[in-house]
């Protein structure tokens, strides 16, 4: 009997996707979430770089296809209950010494909002654009 199909090992979801989750391997950030189809995923494992599936524009998205901000994958690992992924990547597109610029708002990370006490509870920015997004994406 041959062995099953790694892309068949996970657990999609109806509409044949899994969230991923993309950590960088040298800080330990989790710098953004995504969703995959079994062709983006495919494409990830083919070159190395990230390519997830964009539901907005329903169309596969090689990260930094416009911004030049690509991912580089160094692993891939499936939670235990084969339905969330985690990729292990190198942010690139920053000059050496300074954070890769993951978020379209020009920030390393998209979770760069924090709920804060204040007059009431809040979310604030608590990280600081790198890159004004006008000049990463034109």
Request: glycine letters at 8%; hydrophobic letters at 35%.
């Amino acid at each position: 009997m041959r062995p099953m199909n790694w892309l068949d090992q996970i657990k999609w979801d109806a509409d044949g996707l899994v969230p991923v989750i993309a950590q960088e391997q040298s800080s330990g950030d989790v710098v953004m979430f995504a969703w995959m189809n079994r062709a983006a995923l495919a494409r990830t494992q083919e070159l190395g770089e990230a390519v997830y599936w964009s539901r907005s524009r329903a169309k596969l998205w090689h990260k930094g296809e416009e911004s030049g901000h690509t991912q580089t994958v160094h692993e891939m690992r499936l939670d235990c209950d084969n339905d969330v992924l985690l990729l292990k990547i190198t942010q690139n597109g920053q000059s050496p010494g300074t954070p890769g610029i993951a978020c379209h708002t020009g920030r390393h990370s998209c979770f760069y909002q924090r709920l804060e006490q204040g007059d009431g509870l809040d979310w604030q920015a608590v990280e600081p654009v790198l890159k004004d997004p006008g000049q990463i994406y034109k």
